[in-house]
């Protein structure tokens, strides 16, 4: 595993997601997999697939000529990393005005709130 995590585009991170889902998995997989989803052609799939694999957030394996694609971070790791990162970018690092803004702006259903509610009170405690 690298030690430090590779910068993932939003497009990079649809083949992330395929792959973090069931790897490892063929070129062909990965489009098939996106198939519906985006409205790629088959060349940009392989482009965004050989940008992860320099970046090395894949790796491969290959058996004669063809290679199977497997997740080189964990999905975990990478998902901590944005938060953080956007957290920076838009809220200045800290949580509670992205909460606010959060809980003003959305809709949320009674179940939601109970589940935010117990989250706090666990905090509390």
């Not at 694609?69 to 992205?98: A, W």
């Amino acid at each position: 595993m690298p030690t430090e995590l590779p910068r993932i585009s939003d497009a990079e991170w649809e083949i992330m997601k395929v792959l973090w889902g069931r790897s490892p998995q063929s070129a062909n997989e990965i489009i098939d997999a996106l198939d519906g989803k985006r409205d790629w052609n088959p060349k940009t799939v392989r482009t965004l697939i050989k940008r992860l694999t320099e970046k090395r957030a894949i790796g491969y394996s290959q058996e004669g000529r063809s290679y199977a694609y497997f997740p080189l971070v964990r999905e975990e790791d990478c998902v901590k990393s944005e938060t953080h990162s956007f957290l920076k970018r838009i809220y200045g690092g800290t949580l509670q005005p992205m909460l606010v803004h959060f809980l003003r702006e959305e809709k949320l259903s009674q179940e939601e709130i109970a589940e935010l509610r117990k989250i706090l009170d666990e905090r509390k405690e």
